[in-house]
């Protein structure tokens, strides 16, 4: 086995290193996912922030230079003109240095932030400013076949939450079930 000298900063870093970046996009290409709103997502990213109470929340996947979310939920929208105003709200694509999803595919774990300003790595965030993000839930979708995490499901507030233990056995109870439902299906349908 090679050896992989430490690097001390790699932890420190605003956006996390990202190896698996040309894989997984390779991976979500062959899925079919990644580039296109799914309504089968934006229906889960719905339920997702009805049972959390939360004002937004994404099926989000993440590629070497970017985020889509591919299921999205914005409650600010016009619920007339349907889940997502494509010339408004939280938006499909984010950079892939903005917010936390990036994090939670890297560590491949669940992401509590009750409030982001409580952590100075978080707290610096572009969504911060730009979108006014103060507190984040999220959870790794982990393909099933690859076993690499693809992107997350995601909720945020623009005010601190106290998502605790409930909250998080609930963001990881509903990854896994999209993991299985929409993740498992796409896959044998792909084969």
Known sequence: MPFTPLDPTARLLLTPRDDEGPARAARLRELGMGDEPVSELDTFARELARVTDAPVAAVNFVDERRQ????????????????????????????????????VVARRS??????????????VNA???EVGVA????????????????GTICVVDQQPRAWG????????????????EILGGRDRAAG
């Open 127 to 129: 969504v911060v400013d």
């Open 135 to 150: 507190s984040y839930l999220g959870a790794p979708l982990i393909d099933p076949v690859t076993g690499m995490a693809l």
């Open 110 to 123: 669940a992401l509590v932030l009750e409030d982001v300003r409580d952590f100075a790595r978080f707290a």
């Open 165 to 180: 233990q409930q909250g998080l056995r609930t963001i990881k109870t509903m990854a896994a079930q999209l993991q299985q």
């Open 68 to 103: 889509y979310f591919a299921g999205l939920y914005d409650a600010s929208v016009d619920p007339a003109r349907g889940p997502v105003d494509p010339d408004g709200g939280f938006g499909r694509v984010m950079p892939r240095d903005h917010g936390y999803c990036v994090h």
